[in-house]
């Protein structure tokens, strides 16, 4: 079956420090990967997603960036954090076509000190 | 573009009352229509799904959701609900060569 991972779950990091999220799926090949935010008390936020390795749409400018260096690793990067990056970060996978549905990893609580 | 609205915010329902949460959608062919629900600082779960065929679609939990295109909705139920349903729902459409759109939630509580 179908696996998501995200790392770390929990992440303090102060203004100006960079930023590393990690995303793996297992056992299932060519998946589409998506990066959401969701912000206290708000829906979520689509920030960029992927449909193949090197391949990467973005939804909202901003300072962040995402990579998808392998067909089931997709990475959440920045070079400069702000404070209003804090938030809860969601990693999902769907298959086919984008309009499928999509499967999410537990999300990573980041906070900016 | 597509877009999803749950009118609800915040809901309040007792132990073992029903309920049904409001989700609308604005699209112009059938859409793809889901339901998630999410427990706090966890990710999003799939509860249903709807495509085409049968419009009263059954999920998990002892969820139902009936997609009715008269009135562009996809409306949430379930006949008795549990202190474990207490959570925030999520509604999202899916149309054409694009992601998932997802309304912005409404959040359940449930009280004795």
């Known amino acids: 079956s179908q696996t998501i991972h995200q790392w770390p779950a929990t992440l303090v990091q102060p203004v100006g420090s960079p930023l590393s999220l990690e995303c793996t799926v297992e056992?299932?090949?060519?998946?589409?990967l998506y990066w959401y935010r969701q912000a206290a008390g708000r829906g979520l936020q689509l920030l960029f997603y992927?449909?193949?390795?090197?391949?990467i749409s973005s939804e909202v400018p901003q300072n962040l960036s995402a990579s998808r260096p392998q067909d089931r690793q997709f990475i959440l990067s920045s070079k400069k954090l702000l404070l209003s990056d804090s938030g809860f970060y969601l990693c999902?996978?769907?298959?086919?076509?984008?309009?499928?549905?999509?499967?999410f990893g537990d999300g990573t609580r980041l906070s900016i000190l | 573009a597509q877009s999803v609205t749950q009118p609800d915010i915040h809901i309040t329902v007792s132990e073992g009352a029903s309920l049904e949460l409001r989700c609308n959608y604005s699209?112009?062919?059938?859409?793809?229509l889901f339901w998630y629900v999410q427990s706090p600082g966890q990710g999003l779960q799939l509860l249903l799904k709807?495509?085409?065929?049968?419009?009263l679609v059954q999920g998990i939990k002892g969820f139902e959701a009936e997609f009715k295109r008269s009135q562009s909705s996809f409306n949430l139920r379930k006949p008795s609900v549990h202190w474990s349903d207490a959570a925030e729902y999520f509604c999202?459409?899916?149309?054409?060569?694009?992601?998932?759109?997802f309304g912005k939630g409404t959040r359940l509580s449930v009280i004795a």
């Open positions: 999902a996978w769907s298959v086919g076509t984008v309009n499928q549905p999509q499967h």
């Open positions: 056992g299932t090949s060519n998946p589409n």
């Open positions: 992927s449909v193949g390795i090197g391949q």
């Open positions: 699209y112009g062919a059938t859409p793809y």
């Open positions: 709807y495509f085409s065929g049968d419009t």
């Open positions: 999202a459409v899916g149309s054409g060569n694009t992601p998932l759109v």
